[in-house]
Each structure stands twice: as structure tokens, then as C-alpha cells.
């Protein structure tokens, strides 16, 4: 199985603020990573598949990078809507989730 | 529009078996890998049951393996979980999950608002 170590596990942020982060994965496979937006009680969000795609409709300020087996959710100016859990995927595998709050 | 509606999820009792379903709309259900995907109350993500669009690929998480089975009628546009010897920790939101991109079951696409499934004595 794959494993995925998902950080910071809480991240308290403010609005304008750059926000990262981060999922180290035990196989890193850019081609099957993805990143996904849950703000309860929905149903998760695709934001970005193989690592950097950016799924249609997200705004451009959510980008993907990946460093080795290092993946990096980047959001480059927050806004109030982007308040939720972030979780990094790959396969069948999921991360802990980061809980994004308002400062 | 894609969307997804899931059903059947109930309260039952350890031992006891659910159904659930999903039907899709909105796309060539029998051109895409689907899944079930499970949170339990306050927790993370995890993968469930996955199914290619074929049928030839079916894969399991080792934590429901035996126990539940994955299915689909491409005929009905419809996924099944048939879920047998539940556990009090099977209790969770069950999402059903369609490939973003095709056949396999790579990145998961969830169109609907999940159905509830408690299992207690």
C-alpha cells in the first residue's frame, strides 16, 4: 500500500495569505497524485489530478507541484471560500487531511 | 449535468448486511471506472471498492475485503456496494465516485451527497 504523510495537520491562516501543503508519499507517482476540497457536509472537490493539473473551474490561485516524492498544494492568495479540509490522494491511498481555519 | 444519487444506507447491526446504490446521469456511466469511497464521523478519506468500466479490474481495500462486494449495471447507469458482516467501524458516509478521466479508477470525481450507513447494536 501506498503511504501518504500529509502536513500540517491544522493550519491557521488568513485571508491574502500564501498558504502550502505538503504530502510526502512512499511512492510518489506524479501520473496517479491528486489533491481534493471537502468543506462539510459535501462531498469532496477535485482541485488537481497527476500532480498539476488543475481541474476545470478551480480558480488559478490553487497550483500542484511535485519534488521528488514530495507533493505541494499551493494556494497563492486565500480567500474566505477556501476555509475547508485538504487531502492529497494517490491510487487508493489518501492523506490525514489538513484542516485549513481562518486566523 | 454529471450527477451521482447514492442509496440505501440505514441503521443495522453488527453481523448484518446493506445494499447500497448509486445512480449516475449525466455521462457514459459503462465508459468509466467507478468507486465507493467511506468517512467515517469526523475522519479522513478511505477508498472503499473500486471497479473498472470493464469489469475486468475489480480492487478492494484489504479492510472490507470478503466482507463487501463491488458491482455495476452499465444498463441502469447503476453502482452497488452489497455489504455483508458489518462492522461497527463500516460506520460512515459512503460516496460513490466516477474517474475524472475514463476507464480505471485514478482520481475520483464525486458528484453526489453520499448516503449514511451506522452500524450499531
Known amino acids: 500500500d501506498i503511504q501518504l504523510t500529509q502536513s500540517p495537520s491544522f493550519l491557521s491562516a488568513s485571508v491574502g495569505d500564501r498558504v502550502t501543503i505538503t504530502c510526502r508519499s512512499s511512492?510518489?507517482?506524479?501520473?496517479?497524485f491528486a489533491w481534493y476540497q471537502q468543506k462539510p457536509p459535501k462531498a469532496p472537490k477535485l482541485l488537481i489530478y497527476g500532480a498539476s493539473t488543475l481541474e476545470s473551474g478551480v480558480p488559478s490561485r490553487f497550483s500542484g507541484s511535485v519534488s521528488g516524492t514530495e507533493f505541494t498544494l499551493t494556494i497563492s492568495s486565500l480567500q474566505p471560500e477556501d476555509f475547508a479540509t485538504y487531502y492529497c490522494?494517490?491510487?487508493?491511498?489518501f492523506g490525514q487531511g489538513t484542516k485549513l481555519e481562518i486566523k | 449535468e454529471v450527477q451521482m444519487v447514492e442509496s440505501g444506507g440505514a441503521l443495522v447491526q453488527p453481523g448484518g448486511s446493506l445494499r447500497l446504490s448509486c445512480v449516475a446521469s449525466?455521462?457514459?456511466?459503462?465508459?468509466?471506472?467507478m468507486a465507493w469511497v467511506r468517512q467515517a464521523p469526523g475522519k479522513g478519506l478511505e477508498w472503499v471498492a473500486a471497479f473498472s468500466s470493464s469489469g475486468g479490474s475489480i480492487y478492494y481495500a484489504d479492510s472490507v475485503k470478503g466482507r463487501f462486494t463491488i458491482s455495476r449495471d452499465n444498463s441502469k447507469n447503476t453502482l452497488y456496494l452489497q455489504m455483508s458482516s458489518l462492522r461497527v467501524e463500516d460506520t460512515a458516509i459512503y460516496y460513490c465516485a466516477k474517474d475524472r478521466l475514463g476507464p480505471t479508477m485514478v482520481f475520483f470525481d464525486f458528484r453526489g451527497q453520499g448516503t449514511r450507513v451506522i452500524v450499531s447494536s
Open positions: 511512492q510518489g507517482i506524479s501520473s496517479y
Open positions: 449525466g455521462f457514459s456511466f459503462s465508459s468509466y471506472g
Open positions: 490522494q494517490e491510487l487508493g491511498s
